[in-house]
């Protein structure tokens, strides 16, 4: 593939939440300047990221079965997977969750609701981070 080729093809976000409406919300903020790939558990993003690496995930921390704490926990243990960028979105502002994915290496934490423009730029923002 050639620089430009590489250059022009849109960065993957892996969007993942138990709500259909907030990930489809996601999808329609996002899907015309990324590639956006939905998922509804933590399950099923440890299953996707067996096969594919994403260049972010959108990751909610409250979600039946594995929360998101204990997906983060598992993604930062996966070889070739653990420095993929993570952004934490929440219902909830607590703060055992803020200090537990914060020393898991997160990179930045949304509440819901969230508006599309800050979605926008708090992704462009890690994005550029990782630029640098």
């Known amino acids: 593939m050639s620089q430009t080729e590489d250059s022009n093809k849109k960065k993957c976000i892996l969007a993942v939440d138990d709500t259909a409406v907030v990930l489809t919300r996601i999808l329609n903020t996002l899907q015309d300047d990324y590639d956006v790939v939905t998922v509804s558990s933590g399950v099923r993003a440890l299953k996707y990221l067996k096969q594919e690496k994403p260049d ?77």
């Open 56 to 132: 972010l995930i959108l990751l909610d921390i409250r979600m039946p079965q594995k929360d998101g704490i204990a997906t983060l926990r598992e993604i930062r243990a996966m070889k070739d997977r653990a420095d993929v960028p993570v952004i934490m979105l929440t219902g909830v502002e607590d703060k055992s969750s803020v200090v537990e994915t914060a020393r898991l290496g997160i990179c930045d934490y949304i509440l819901k609701p969230f508006s599309a423009d800050e979605l926008q730029i708090r992704i462009r923002k890690v994005f550029m981070q990782k630029e640098h």
